[in-house]
């Protein structure tokens, strides 16, 4: 088969900058927390172990991509909030259907993992 047929097996296709911006799992993550808008320090606390600078450039790699919009709120002090696009809601479905197969088989993986661990220690 030609490999015009798959162009994402192309070192040159976009989709392959395309999906390692928001299939890791910050993205992924920060796009879950967002299906309600959120100041950042909000994502931070809900993200246990994820740095400020993770975050910030997780949400500016997003923003980037049309995932994500910032918007600076006007008040007694200056806030930013963070919401998702539709572009960005639109991966709602299948990051929610990775995340529970994800939760529903890691104890499987995990034992799999442990037992490949163990044959080459």
């Known amino acids: 088969m030609s490999k015009d047929v798959y162009p994402v097996y192309r070192a040159d296709c976009p989709s392959r900058v395309i999906l390692d911006q928001i299939a890791d799992k910050?993205?992924?993550?920060?796009?879950l927390v967002l299906k309600e808008p959120h100041r950042f320090n909000a994502i931070k606390r809900r993200l246990d172990g994820i740095s400020q600078r993770v975050l910030t450039s997780t949400l500016r790699k997003l923003e980037r991509n049309g995932m994500v919009?910032?918007?600076?709120?006007?008040?007694?002090?200056?806030?930013v909030e963070y919401a998702l696009t539709p572009l960005g809601q639109s991966l709602e479905l299948p990051f929610t259907a990775l995340y529970q197969w994800t939760v529903e088989?890691?104890?499987t993986i995990q034992t799999y993992q442990a037992?490949?661990?163990g044959q080459n220690d």
Do not use: I, P
Not at 69 to 79: C, E, H, I
């Open 26 to 31: 910050w993205s992924m993550l920060v796009m």
């Open 69 to 79: 919009t910032r918007t600076v709120k006007d008040g007694k002090t200056l806030s």
């Open 105 to 107: 088989h890691m104890d």
């Open 115 to 117: 037992l490949y661990d």
